[in-house]
């Protein structure tokens, strides 16, 4: 077992060195291998981490604190099973974009030349893994697997929050890839906060990748836009995913959501990015007594690692300075594992106070606590909502005789979140072919992409038209015989 | 008629703040208008610019210079077509990647909400014209219309170099557009350096787009990037566009390549970003006496303006000063118009000396210049294109005998542009489906996108998730029954 990475340590600058080269080599043979040798590769990698599992979520326990069952178990699931699905968008071709246009000597704006299109691998691929979902955002996540899909070689630059798994995924990664013939430079892990920024700075790098926190991500963006060549950076970043809450669905079912919401944004010891941060509910609601009782029976968790637990604890004192915020419940401190955990903390406020309360209530709060904030009528929602920062989701808790009610907020919705929910709870992103996780910044810093589901692999490929060349100079996708069966738009018909 | 510009004057910050105010509100009724309302829209703006035609043109020429005919009337007919096309995206549908996945209790990776997403526009879009196509690329040009036919207001930045046909083409824009049914909004000029670069600071504008210079679309590239909220910028800038020619092409055709190449090289006073900067000739081709008739039979034609006639006598006087170029045809100056004029010049090097020539042979210089570079062998012309920066077009006059000696070529162009040409001139851009005009850096800031042909519409667009809301909530593109019969993807399924 090859193995570039001391744990624990910096990558030194060789081996860094190294792994660059080797991925710009691999930049070539991966972009010429087809679209079906590309699908194997992430099976071969799938089946690999699926047959490591019990190796894996162990490991991924110790460094992380998340329990094993079901959450790091479901997780891994979902990782390998994203794999899998880009292995379908690369059977089904469509993300190719190939488009032919034949030579047209009546083309309107004058004769047209055959010419042809499809899509290409960006080249070699940085991407920052997060701290929170140590598989499906991390060595093996979305972001990798859908660079790999598009045929970039992948540097890795783990989260420190959990390095051996990272260690251990990317050999296992690496493994898989080399075995099913994969180029020897396709995918490595580097470690450490400045060999990551040298990475971001090298010139053979093409296209990075970020999920994490604001402050992060921004930093990061700014490196990669400010390269002598600039370069493409999708950086999912903060979000504070509102939730509105109608008097209709108070009255049919306000118990049901008191407790779906608290049970959301203290999942995970609430360090999803998509946990709802506000409640907004109707004045006279009458849930308090509920939400008292469901946080109140959340036990503590611990946090993933000491520098998100004081982080959390930072933000919680200054929520609570705020003017007019109350606190419902006070969450407590449980020091007795390794790291801080913390049982939730609700905080409320009227919409009133919400609108004074400035920078501190509209950023995230990584951690368990959310704050209820309470309007008179729709006007003031809306005044509300015209301030809030874009994020990943906002969702909506009404009942269906209230439609006018609700397409009242859908653009103010709209304006602000990737994902619209109806009577539902954002922590659940499903992995499929509609899903899209990003939105206006801060949410991501590429409001046109997604970073979860099958459009993700669109970030890491670039068009190239073919004009007038002989059938057998064309790249597979573009012969006119078109043997690859590919679904292609042909003279603009589909 | 509504004149918010004064002629050749900067537009004052209360105009300015009127015009960003009137986009931003415009924004909610454009994203709420249909596809064929939008169709509509654009299909006006062209009949109203197809019927000034004969005011357009002469202000055009007078103004820039360039041949009333058939250039300026050939440009203005592409422009008019452009916008139609959209039209044709528009009522087509794909372009809203409407995707629908069912709810699904049996989905892999744990039960499947039901989700769907669909495209929306992002928001008011600044538009930076180019000098050099002042009906293509500039005020009703290719970003204008593909942020229109996405349903984002456009506040357009004029050219100085064309102001007053830009404050009338804009008046018939916006007058089409309102006449049509589009918020008073949808549509205005702005004028000044400043002025622009305080729109492109302001919060209401979500995207920009620019077709310029290196230096100038870095500069404004910068600012969009460096924003507290930064945003998309699609700048479409400098462009070598090196053309190879094989052996087997020389003695089948040279005579017709060499004229062939001067006309590409020296049309339009060789201001086209699709310029043939390069022409790589195998030693001992044979083509001088060919090349240097060719160039000598072009006429003096004058430049856009006295900044860009200037930069190319800067530029030039550069180039001739790089050890081991050669003069083989020196242009001489026209000075007897408005602005210089210049006969072309043509240089020559070998690819040894080229190597050795630095920045100034690699960048592109603007006006009716060009290199002949002549290489010994396929290593050699190798070495040399693996130096090149990205463009937007690379081509290659070969034989189909020589597939072989192409095939191993191909890999190296494709590194370095956006559009492949086999056996014509890149300075024809067709707009059509498979159109591709963009490329890495620095040919653009985007290299995943393109600012011509039908795709140019994603530039403008951000994807929207609906999760488990009831088919009367859903925007018409994601409900069930389908009335505007997208083409959707349907549970993984197209």
Redesign the interface.
Known sequence: MRSKESMSQETDRVTLEEILAAAAAAA?PAA?ATPAERARWLGAVADALDAAAEELVPLAHAETHLPASPRLR?EL??TT??LRLFG?VLA?G?YL?A???HADLQ????A??D???VL?P?GPALVFAASNFPFAFSVAGGDTASALAAGCPVVLKAHPGHEELSTLTGQIVREALVAAGAPEGMFDVIHGVEVGVTALKDPRI?VAAFTGSVPGGRAL??IA??RP????FYGELGSVNPVVVTPGAIAARGETIAKGYVGSFSLGAGQFCTKPGLLFLPEGHGLDDLLREAVGAVAAQPMLNDRIASGYEHKLRELRAVPGVSVVVAGVVDGTGDVSGFTPTLLATTAKQFLAGGAVVHEECFGPASIVVTYTDQAELLDVLATLEPGLTATVHGE?DE?DL??GL??AL?RI????????WPT?V???????H?????AT??????SV?T?AI??F??????????D??LPEALREANEWRL?R?T??M?
Do not use: C, H
């Open positions: 070539s010429a479901g699931n979902r099973f994203q379908k089904d469509e974009g488009t032919v246009d083309w309107p704006m004058g047209r030349p010419i042809r299109r290409v960006l093409a963006f700014d836009v400010s060549v600039p370069i493409p269906e439609a609700v397409a859908l653009p709209t979140a990737g994902r619209l929910l109806w009577n539902d659940g499903t992995v499929s072919w509609a899903q899209q990003g939105g206006p910044y801060p810093t590429a409001p046109t992409t997604t589901g459009a669109e970030r490929l670039r068009p190239i038209a073919w004009q007038g060349f002989p057998v100079l679904p738009r003279d603009g589909r």
